[in-house]
């Protein structure tokens, strides 16, 4: 099992930028995969970024060039460094980790980009 806690959020103008944390519980080196999804009201959860355990990393085309994901094993930690951010980004942001055959999620943070 694995608790993530997700932080810094927040309210943001158009072409901003933020740095969204999700500490985990466990050490890294046992979570498969670890990344972000996205929620708007209205819309499907979405796939942001995710980086495995072997450093690959994928990003929806709606955010590669302007979000990064990276992961720090020593402090359990995986960020997402958002830049240039669009109202389009507006949604909550969840983290995930895949450990075995497991999804967990974090409870969410909510990005609001407005001017």
């Known amino acids: 099992q694995v608790q993530l806690v997700e932080s810094g959020g927040g309210l943001v103008q158009p072409g901003g930028s933020l740095r969204l944390s999700c ?6 080196l046992s979570i498969h ?5 996205r929620q708007s009201p209205g819309n499907q959860r979405e796939l942001v970024a995710r980086i495995t355990s072997g450093n690959n990393t994928n990003y929806a085309d709606s955010v ?7 992961r720090d094993n020593a402090k359990n930690t ?6 240039s951010l669009k109202p389009e980004d507006t949604a909550v942001y969840y983290c995930y980790a895949v450990v075995l055959a ?8 909510q990005v609001t980009v407005s001017s």
């Open 23 to 28: 500490a985990a519980s466990r050490s890294m």
């Open 78 to 83: 995986v960020y997402l460094q958002m830049n």
């Open 64 to 70: 590669k060039g302007r979000f990064t994901i990276s």
């Open 102 to 109: 497991y999804t967990y999620w974090g409870q969410g943070t």
């Open 33 to 37: 995969r670890i990344g972000w999804y």
